[in-house]
């Protein structure tokens, strides 16, 4: 009888262990990064330009998470560049990127990026404006 119910016990135990895991491992709420955004553009809070499409795409590799954004109707800006990523948060950024799209191989700064489910908001710089770097763009907007 003593096997039994030491049987038991150790079934249950098991059971709530692996429970607790699989709760442990859906609590993780990983932010999906690639989709396509109809945003904004503003100089500091006044509206420059918009609505028109970004799209980003999010990859992995052995040198860490990236993802590219585009402006996948190029009126805004013709641009794409690859950034690094905290999925878990949502977040990218970087110090300096070349334009993917560019034969001189623009240079573009970005800064405070962040997703949320159906939300994205960043900064952006260019290396071809006016005075290099001189604006800083921010594009906010929301998934489609």
């Given at each position: 009888?003593?096997?039994?119910?030491?049987?038991?016990?150790l079934i249950t135990l098991v059971s709530i262990v692996s429970c607790?895991?699989?709760?442990?491992?859906?609590?993780?709420?990983?932010?999906?990064?690639?989709?396509?955004?109809?945003?904004?553009?503003?100089?500091?809070?006044?509206?420059?330009?918009?609505?028109?499409?970004?799209?980003?795409?999010?990859?992995?590799?052995?040198?860490?998470?990236?993802?590219?954004?585009?402006?996948?109707?190029?009126?805004?800006?013709?641009?794409?560049?690859?950034?690094?990523?905290?999925?878990?948060?949502?977040?990218?950024?970087?110090?300096?990127?070349?334009?993917?799209?560019?034969?001189?191989?623009?240079?573009?700064?970005?800064?405070?990026?962040?997703?949320?489910?159906?939300?994205?908001?960043?900064?952006?710089?260019?290396?071809?404006?006016?005075?290099?770097?001189?604006?800083?763009?921010?594009?906010?907007?929301h998934r489609v």
């Amino acid at each position: 009888m003593k096997k039994v119910i030491y049987l038991l016990g150790l079934i249950t135990l098991v059971s709530i262990v692996s429970c607790e895991r699989e709760e442990t491992s859906e609590s993780i709420n990983m932010v999906n990064l690639t989709g396509k955004w109809e945003v904004n553009a503003y100089l500091d809070s006044t509206l420059i330009f918009g609505p028109f499409m970004v799209n980003t795409l999010q990859s992995t590799s052995s040198t860490g998470d990236s993802i590219t954004i585009w402006d996948s109707e190029t009126k805004f800006w013709d641009f794409q560049v690859k950034a690094s990523t905290q999925g878990e948060e949502g977040t990218f950024e970087t110090e300096l990127s070349k334009c993917q799209t560019s034969e001189k191989a623009i240079g573009i700064k970005i800064f405070n990026g962040k997703m949320q489910s159906n939300s994205i908001y960043f900064e952006i710089q260019f290396e071809d404006d006016l005075i290099p770097y001189g604006q800083t763009y921010r594009l906010k907007g929301h998934r489609v």
